[in-house]
């Protein structure tokens, strides 16, 4: 079936460090895809999508790039900053009739000063 | 404009009880979704309604759970004879086809 798995956290790195969150799906058909953030304490936000093969997506000094061929759609950052603790998810969107968002289980990020 | 609201915004019942939480959609949105967030784990999904169609129950963990929605107005989502498990956030959010889906702040359901 139709799956989003994201690597497990929570993930510790130090302020200016290079993020990489890996995100991999499985999909029939030509999903867009998403990445939320939850800060503490807050809801759900969209942090950056992406619709069709080889978009980037980017928001916040945040990237991701659509890659059909390896099923992927990894979550970048050049220079995290203490502000970007959250825990992100990573979602899939099937733009058919069911219309059904499919989450992975989130990878929790702390960022030391 | 108006985002997805959800009510109660916490809620504190005792075993066994039975519980409703409510959301109320962005205007004119069509689709409507139910997760479920136990703490510091991913969302999971529960239910899903899209317009006038039959909604997409297969999340639902029990039979304890159901969901209503009327048209494309109001939803409830009612856990019958609360368990302790059930303890988590319920997030809802709606969508319009080709948009992308608002989330509501939740309902923190504690049972004790």
């Known amino acids: 079936g139709d799956s989003v798995t994201q690597m497990e956290g929570p993930v510790t790195l130090s302020e200016e460090a290079f993020l990489t969150i890996n995100c991999t799906y499985t999909?029939?058909?030509?999903?867009?895809l998403f990445w939320y953030v939850q800060y503490p304490g807050e809801g759900l936000q969209l942090l950056l999508k992406?619709?069709?093969?080889?978009d980037k997506g980017s928001n916040k000094g945040f990237e991701a790039t659509y890659r059909k061929e390896t099923t992927s759609f990894h979550l970048e950052k050049g220079s995290v900053q203490v502000s970007d603790s959250a825990v992100y998810f990573c979602?899939?969107?099937?733009?058919?009739?069911?219309?059904?968002?499919?989450f992975g289980k989130g990878t929790r990020l702390h960022i030391l000063p | 404009g108006a985002g997805v609201s959800q009510s109660p915004s916490n809620k504190v019942t005792e075993k066994g009880k039975d519980v409703e939480l409510r959301c109320d959609p962005i205007?004119?949105?069509?689709?409507l979704y139910w997760y479920r967030q136990r703490l510091g784990q991913g969302l999971e999904f529960l239910i899903y309604?899209?317009?006038?169609?039959?909604?997409?129950k297969s999340g639902l963990p029990s039979d304890r759970f159901s969901a209503e929605r009327t048209g494309e107005s109001v939803s409830t989502l009612t856990i019958q004879r609360t368990q302790q498990e059930d303890s988590a956030v319920y997030l809802c959010?709606?969508?319009?086809?080709?948009?992308?889906?608002?989330f509501g702040p939740g309902t923190r359901l504690t049972v004790l």
């Open positions: 959010a709606s969508s319009q086809f080709g948009t992308d889906p608002s």
């Open positions: 999909a029939t058909g030509y999903p867009s």
């Open positions: 992406a619709t069709k093969a080889d």
């Open positions: 979602a899939l969107r099937l733009m058919n009739r069911d219309d059904k968002i499919i």
């Open positions: 205007s004119g949105h069509t689709a």
């Open positions: 309604f899209q317009g006038n169609s039959a909604p997409d």
